[in-house]
């Protein structure tokens, strides 16, 4: 699976199969347990900005919930609560929403501190909620001021690449750039 960063999966079926994949930027999965999910990375890299992700922390208040006596119902809702739920929207790393799965009732329920969504594939209802997440410090339309012909003149759908190029954009450089085809490599891999 194509990603521009680092990303936790949880899977879940009906019958009760549960799985935790991590998600490594430019490609590349691996299978973890327990099915948590915080966007923190195992392995010999240290964690990419731990203070500001609060990666670490959120995983061990996970632990610690799951570890107790709490029912299902009552743990969705302490997501809502730090160090969970993350408030920095501005920075760039705030909670847009809460997913409460149910697979054998073939149910979701999407939380907000003062909104819940409730959804069934049964009985679905298509529609929208409109959240209001606070005012950030400097609000960018990210799309007005991409130049899509930019980049598609000169590649065919490399998605890695183009998550590649779109963190860099907004990275402020702390990703390599990646390396610019000419047309006569259109589809190449670099």
């Known amino acids: 699976l194509p990603s521009h960063m680092a990303y936790n999966l949880v899977l879940a079926d009906a019958s009760g199969r549960v799985s935790s994949v991590e998600l490594y930027p ?10 948590i999910a915080t966007n923190h990375q195992h392995g010999t890299d240290p964690a990419d900005r731990p203070a500001f992700t609060r990666t670490i922390e959120r995983r061990d208040h996970v632990e610690l919930l799951i570890s107790g006596d709490i029912a299902p119902a009552a743990l969705a809702d302490r997501f809502l609560d730090a160090p969970l739920y993350q408030t920095n929207h501005a920075g760039g790393f705030g909670t847009l ?28 209802d298509e529609g929208r909620r409109v959240i209001a997440y606070g005012a950030g410090t400097a609000p960018v339309d990210a799309l007005e001021n991409w130049d899509w012909s930019d980049w598609t003149a000169f590649t065919s759908s490399d998605w890695v690449a183009f998550g590649m190029e779109l963190a860099q954009r907004y990275s402020g450089g702390a990703i390599p750039p990646v390396p610019v085809r000419r047309p006569d490599e259109r589809g190449a891999r670099p």
Do not use: C, H, K, N
Not at 26 to 35: D, N, V, Y
């Open 26 to 35: 430019g490609g590349g999965l691996r299978e973890m347990g327990p099915a």
């Open 97 to 124: 929403f809460t997913a409460e799965y149910d697979p054998s009732r073939r149910a979701l329920r999407l939380l907000w501190p003062r909104d819940v969504w409730e959804q069934t594939l049964d009985a679905f």
